[in-house]
């Protein structure tokens, strides 16, 4: 299984909801990762785990909260989001050591109205 | 008034044609460069790694050339099919700071 799984698939919420994304990978991938894409840009990295455990945050704002409960799964928590953070988000997961080679769900695509 | 987009680097091929698509880095000090592609409606998905310390590198119809002198990185895809339409994104990867780090990209059509 070289899958990685994103939920939801689409994402609507206004400026004062809370929702989370959520990202599931089975090939005991222990480094996992969160992408931002907008329109037309590369996907721009925010958040890196390795064994569980926060390693790289890429001065994401606090509105966005990352969350890493068990080997196999990795949540983003939204609350209070602007109408610029609309973007698709990635969800990406390595094998510790190849970090370059790195397996990406399809992505949530996230509307901020 | 008028607006200016970002306009991705595009090339544009015949089916069976071989396909070569350039990128040019900054860091030098970069352990891998990585090539990847993004299909429509999904996420990137890894191509093809070639080490610094190579200048070539071939996989299943891709080839990755490496010249560092001109920090120039290339990956040539031959006989291109309409499934290589794609955005591709090349990356610099250094081991001790574990994140990749893509290029503009560029927009691969195949044209049957």
């Known amino acids: 299984d070289t899958e990685v799984t994103q939920t939801p698939k689409h994402l609507v919420m206004g400026m004062t909801n809370k929702k989370s994304l959520k990202c599931e990978q089975h090939?005991?991938?222990?480094?996992m990762y969160w992408y931002k894409q907008k329109a037309k840009k590369p996907p721009e990295l925010m958040f890196v785990?390795?064994?569980?455990?926060?390693?790289i945050n890429e001065s994401v704002p606090s509105r966005f909260s990352p969350e890493c409960p068990n080997s196999s799964l990795l949540n983003l928590h939204l609350h209070a989001l602007q109408p610029e953070d609309s973007a698709l988000y990635l969800c990406?997961?390595?094998?510790?050591?190849?970090?370059?080679?790195?397996?990406f769900g399809p992505g949530t695509r996230l509307t901020v109205t | 008034g008028e607006s200016v987009g970002l306009h991705l680097p595009t090339l544009s091929v015949q089916e069976g044609d071989n396909s070569i698509i350039n990128c040019a880095y900054s860091?030098?000090?970069?352990?891998?460069f990585i090539w990847y592609k993004q299909e429509s409606g999904k996420g990137p998905q890894f191509i093809i790694d070639i080490r610094s310390n190579m200048d070539k590198r071939q996989g299943q119809r891709v080839t990755v050339l490496l010249n560092k002198t001109v920090k120039h990185l290339s990956l040539q895809i031959a006989a291109t099919q309409p499934g290589d339409s794609a955005v591709y994104f090349c990356s610099p990867y250094r081991t001790s700071y574990g994140k990749l780090t893509f290029g503009q990209g560029t927009i691969l059509t195949v044209h049957p």
């Open positions: 860091n030098s000090a970069s352990d891998y």
């Open positions: 090939m005991g991938h222990r480094a």
């Open positions: 990406a997961s390595s094998r510790l050591g190849r970090g370059y080679e790195q397996y």
């Open positions: 785990y390795s064994y569980e455990k926060l390693s």
